[in-house]
């Protein structure tokens, strides 16, 4: 049978996660056995041709439920079941989707939201619910134009992009991870014109800075760099800072950057509104969102063409 939607999936990759499957790449025999799926509609790809739809579907729907906290990530690619994925399975539900996952959990709904920038609650294009052999998409707010739907739906495309990619940051290598932010300061243009240049500090006895971009050829106006590489629940607190700004003070410098794959604590950022250094925090949310927009660690992947009728065009015709 054709590859189900990402909903229908839900269900039977968590069972597969339960029983052993590590990675989204084990769930896919269970699952062509569970829906007859043959090797042929197995090999059909997306139309960038990237990935097989079917594997496709499995990540979004181990995606989403990883949002809900029915699966956990204990290392990059690899995903175990949680317990409160395991109390939803001791339930014998018929199905598991994106209403139940609304419902039942809070975190899920808040990220659902956020994801969407707050574009309407159903799913984006192509999304389905009900009964899977029914294959008609869910109806979408009627006030919602196509280009709306677009966006919202690129809007989620985004969001699960960037938590993607502070799984990677977090456990790169530390020195990869410096460079990584000086590339992107340098993507959105600081270090780049005649005279700019960039650099890493020593690994040992750097002060607390890890890298300096020079605006000019003398070097009297650079922006310093701090990056740290934290778990989500690891805050940056007031200590990081004031030790930041005093390397900034040691230097004669007056404008820095702080890049965390975390978080801020509140302290941290009362304490920076009392100094004069002009310092900006870059979180890590804040930072995947630059790496998608400025096109660092990320490649397009499809591009879809959004045309109109040429109104110069058919006016000269018009003469």
């Given at each position: 049978m054709p590859?189900?939607?990402?909903?229908?999936?839900m269900l039977?990759?968590?069972?597969?996660f339960?029983?052993g499957?590590?990675t989204?790449?084990?769930c896919?025999?269970?699952?062509?056995?569970?829906f007859?799926?043959?090797?042929?509609?197995?090999?059909?790809?997306q139309?960038?041709?990237?990935?097989?739809?079917?594997?496709?579907?499995t990540h979004?729907?181990?995606?989403y439920?990883s949002?809900?906290?029915?699966?956990?990530?204990p290392?990059?690619?690899?995903?175990?079941?949680?317990d409160r994925?395991?109390a939803l399975?001791?339930e014998?539900?018929g199905?598991?989707d994106?209403v139940?996952?609304?419902?039942?959990?809070?975190?899920f709904?808040?990220?659902?939201?956020?994801?969407?920038?707050g574009?309407?609650?159903?799913?984006?294009?192509?999304?389905q619910?009900?009964?899977?052999?029914a294959?008609?998409p869910?109806?979408?707010?009627?006030?919602e134009t196509p280009?709306?739907?677009?966006?919202r739906a690129?809007a989620?495309?985004?969001a699960?992009?960037?938590d993607d990619?502070?799984?990677r940051l977090r456990?790169?290598?530390?020195?990869?991870?410096e460079r990584?932010?000086l590339?992107l300061?340098?993507?959105?243009?600081y270090g780049?014109?005649?005279?700019?240049?960039?650099?890493?500090t020593?690994?040992?006895?750097?002060g607390?800075i890890?890298g300096?971009?020079?605006?000019d050829?003398?070097?009297?106006?650079?922006?310093?760099?701090?990056?740290?590489?934290?778990?989500?629940?690891?805050k940056?607190?007031?200590p990081a800072?004031?030790?930041f700004?005093g390397?900034l003070t040691?230097?004669?410098?007056?404008k820095g950057?702080?890049v965390t794959?975390?978080?801020?604590?509140?302290?941290?950022?009362?304490y920076l509104?009392?100094?004069?250094?002009?310092?900006v925090?870059?979180?890590?949310?804040e930072l995947?969102?630059?790496m998608i927009?400025?096109g660092?660690?990320v490649?397009?992947r499809?591009?879809v063409?959004?045309?109109?009728v040429?109104a110069d065009?058919?006016?000269?015709?018009?003469h």
């Amino acid at each position: 049978m054709p590859v189900p939607d990402y909903e229908t999936l839900m269900l039977p990759v968590l069972r597969a996660f339960a029983g052993g499957a590590q990675t989204v790449r084990d769930c896919l025999p269970a699952l062509r056995r569970a829906f007859e799926i043959s090797e042929a509609e197995a090999a059909e790809l997306q139309p960038s041709g990237g990935k097989t739809v079917l594997a496709d579907r499995t990540h979004w729907a181990r995606t989403y439920m990883s949002k809900a906290g029915l699966l956990s990530s204990p290392k990059r690619g690899a995903h175990v079941l949680t317990d409160r994925g395991r109390a939803l399975l001791a339930e014998a539900p018929g199905r598991i989707d994106n209403v139940l996952l609304r419902s039942r959990y809070p975190e899920f709904a808040e990220w659902l939201t956020a994801a969407r920038r707050g574009n309407g609650e159903s799913p984006g294009p192509g999304f389905q619910h009900g009964d899977p052999s029914a294959r008609q998409p869910t109806p979408l707010p009627l006030a919602e134009t196509p280009e709306e739907r677009i966006e919202r739906a690129s809007a989620e495309l985004d969001a699960a992009l960037a938590d993607d990619l502070l799984d990677r940051l977090r456990t790169m290598d530390a020195l990869r991870y410096e460079r990584l932010e000086l590339d992107l300061l340098t993507a959105m243009g600081y270090g780049t014109g005649s005279y700019g240049s960039r650099s890493l500090t020593p690994a040992s006895g750097d002060g607390g800075i890890d890298g300096i971009i020079h605006e000019d050829a003398l070097g009297l106006d650079a922006v310093y760099v701090q990056a740290k590489r934290y778990r989500a629940e690891t805050k940056v607190g007031r200590p990081a800072i004031q030790q930041f700004v005093g390397s900034l003070t040691g230097e004669g410098a007056t404008k820095g950057v702080f890049v965390t794959t975390s978080g801020f604590s509140a302290e941290a950022r009362d304490y920076l509104r009392r100094v004069s250094h002009r310092i900006v925090l870059i979180d890590g949310p804040e930072l995947a969102r630059l790496m998608i927009r400025h096109g660092v660690g990320v490649r397009v992947r499809q591009t879809v063409a959004i045309k109109s009728v040429d109104a110069d065009y058919f006016g000269d015709l018009d003469h």
